[in-house]
């Protein structure tokens, strides 16, 4: 299996590539680099293992929530890849992936919690809560955004971890929840090493869409666009 993934929903731009169960990544924090960084990353893994864009198996993107161009810009290039290639698409939660990187870095055992949160700027956050299976993160309650202050953790047996850099605003949250929470991470962004990882799994769980169906999740509704000036 010879999987590409792609990050571009945050601050941080990454690529990763997944060689029968090997990943190898390329990451950088630059907010507004993307678009330089990204096909270079590529063309470095690639030729790492002395492959040409024609032998991957399967692409796979952080399709959201997150910031908007940036889920435009990894749109773009994995939509453009897999039409030439015709290869699969594995869209993948950005807020998955920081759930993955907090299953790794606190060590979170089977049953956990993890809650994300990704700062949404509006004076919101986008929220997510994954439950560590077999050390994946699965979701247990629906990605939305919402003010701090209406956060919340579903019932769950286990303790809680928090990541993603939202957790930065957790003195807008409610008290009780930030003290339900044994652990915080709040520098932790997407990464593709992620991506990649939970592309892999779903796709051998038989996942993947076309390249016209890989399309980014904004998590944002119209009621939330109306509260920008001039809208």
Known sequence: MKLLALDTS???CSAALLVNGSVTERFDLAPRGHTRLLMP???ELLAEQNLAPM???ALAFARGPGS???LRIATGVIQGLAWGLEIPVIPVSSLATVALGAIENFNVAEGDGIAVAFDARMGEVYWGCFQSREGLPVPVAAERVCSPVA????PLDGCWFGGGQGWQLRE???QSLVSAVSQIDDTLVPRARCVARLAHHDLTAG????????QPVYVRDEVTWKK???R
């Open 207 to 214: 996942g993947g869409v076309s390249a016209a169906e890989a």
């Open 55 to 57: 032998d991957l198996d």
């Open 10 to 12: 945050s601050e941080g």
């Open 41 to 43: 990353m590529i063309r």
């Open 151 to 154: 956060v919340s953790l579903p």
């Open 68 to 70: 908007f161009t940036g």
């Open 228 to 230: 920008l000036p001039g």
């Open 172 to 174: 807008q949250m409610p």
